[in-house]
């Protein structure tokens, strides 16, 4: 019987324990739905959290942009106002400059009104700048004839000064430095040769000349007689070798300038005596005049010559008798006395001594 009540009781008792085990099972089950909803609610919290967050920082910045922009219009608002404000005087300087303006316009249609037909007066402006470009043009002929005139000035001046240079060395008796001639023909008994060249070449009566062979000067010569393409020069005594003799094709050349002579040297070589005359005749039969070899006339100190230059050796004329360069007759007198200039023919034959 006992263990029949204590059935039951554990039967009660099982049946209790399995409905508390149901009631416990749907309370579980109800937890665990409430702590999902809570875990939910809590991410849909935290993400709502987060775009709240957001959405502060991006209004924060909306804000500081929109204090920039506020800052920016008020400071466009101050420069439009100031601006506006220099419109202002500009439209206040503008009515003025208007009126002045209509003012000189006012004036001008008076003018044009006293002045008459506007065509005629273009018509007339045209011709005057026509008749201006004319002169303009005139002026620019002029000015390109003047600079031609000027050019042609300057080449007669160059050329007038290279004839004064070529007159100088003429009167002085200076040959170019490069001039340079031949031998024609020698008459070396008679102590004189003809040159090539003439005054067209360059040759000068006075000049000095050497003769070269070669390399060598062979001999120094000194014009006399000067023609358009022929010249005529005098050996000089002893400037010739024992032995040498200038034969024709010889070259001719410039000979080197002396140096002048001191002041004290010429005044000793003015005061030296002169050399008596050789006597005897001249012989006649030299075709240009020129007396033979210990005939010719006293030499001439040696400050007769304003260059310094030597005189001739054997007794050679002085080079300013003749402008020529011929020879002086022999002395009609004694011994020291110099003969006057010749006045014969300087190509034909010598006259005889009187």
């Given at each position: 019987?006992?263990w029949?009540i204590?059935s039951a009781?554990a039967?009660v008792?099982l049946?209790?324990s399995?409905f508390f085990a149901?009631k ?12 999902e909803?809570?875990q ?7 993400e709502?959290k ?11 910045g909306?804000?500081?942009e929109?204090t920039k922009?506020?800052e920016?219009?008020k400071?466009?608002v101050?420069d439009?106002?100031?601006?506006a404000?220099?419109?202002e005087?500009?439209l206040a ?5 208007l009126?002045?303006?209509a003012k ?6 008076g ?11 273009m018509?007339?402006?045209?011709d005057?700048?026509n008749?201006?470009?004319e ?5 620019a ?10 050019e042609n000035v ?10 004064e240079?070529?007159e100088?060395?003429?009167r002085?008796g ?12 020698s008459?070396n008994e ?10 067209g070449?360059?040759?000068?009566a006075?000049a ?7 390399k060598e000067v062979?001999?120094?010569l000194?014009?006399?007689n ?7 020069a005098?050996i000089?005594k002893?400037?010739l070798?024992?032995?040498t003799?200038i ?9 080197p300038?002396a140096?002048?002579?001191p ?8 005061a030296?005596?002169?050399a ?8 006649a039969?030299d075709?240009f005049g020129?007396p ?9 100190p040696?400050a007769?010559?304003p260059?310094?230059?030597?005189p001739?050796a054997?007794?050679m004329a002085?080079a300013?008798s003749?402008p ?9 007198g ?21």
């Amino acid at each position: 019987m006992a263990w029949k009540i204590l059935s039951a009781l554990a039967a009660v008792c099982l049946a209790g324990s399995a409905f508390f085990a149901w009631k416990n099972q749907e309370r579980l089950k109800n937890e665990r739905a409430r702590e999902e909803y809570t875990q939910k609610n809590l991410v849909s919290v935290q993400e709502h959290k987060k775009a709240a967050e957001e959405a502060k920082t991006k209004h924060a910045g909306d804000l500081a942009e929109a204090t920039k922009e506020i800052e920016k219009i008020k400071a466009e608002v101050t420069d439009t106002a100031a601006k506006a404000q220099e419109k202002e005087q500009e439209l206040a300087q503008v009515k003025i400059n208007l009126e002045g303006v209509a003012k000189v316009v006012k004036e001008l249609q008076g003018k044009i009104d006293e002045a008459g037909d506007i065509t005629k007066l273009m018509a007339t402006i045209k011709d005057l700048t026509n008749k201006k470009k004319e002169a303009e043009g005139a002026l620019a002929n002029q000015n390109q004839r003047f600079a031609s005139a000027q050019e042609n000035v300057k080449g007669l001046l160059d050329g007038v000064k290279s004839a004064e240079e070529r007159e100088a060395r003429g009167r002085k008796g200076i040959v170019e430095p490069d001039f340079t001639a031949s031998v024609s023909r020698s008459f070396n008994e008679w102590g004189f040769v003809v040159l090539s060249k003439g005054n067209g070449g360059g040759v000068f009566a006075n000049a000095d000349l050497d003769v070269k062979r070669g390399k060598e000067v062979i001999g120094k010569l000194k014009v006399r007689n000067v023609e358009q393409s022929t010249s005529v020069a005098d050996i000089v005594k002893g400037s010739l070798a024992e032995g040498t003799s200038i034969r024709p094709g010889d070259l001719v050349v410039a000979a080197p300038q002396a140096q002048p002579a001191p002041k004290t040297a010429a005044a000793g070589a003015a005061a030296a005596p002169v050399a008596p005359a050789a006597s005897g005749a001249p012989a006649a039969a030299d075709p240009f005049g020129a007396p033979p070899a210990g005939g010719m006339a006293p030499a001439a100190p040696a400050a007769s010559d304003p260059f310094g230059a030597a005189p001739p050796a054997g007794g050679m004329a002085p080079a300013a008798s003749d402008p020529f360069g011929a020879p002086a007759a022999p002395a009609a007198g004694g011994a020291g006395t110099p003969a006057a200039p010749s006045t014969a023919d300087p190509f034909g034959a010598a006259p005889p001594a009187k």
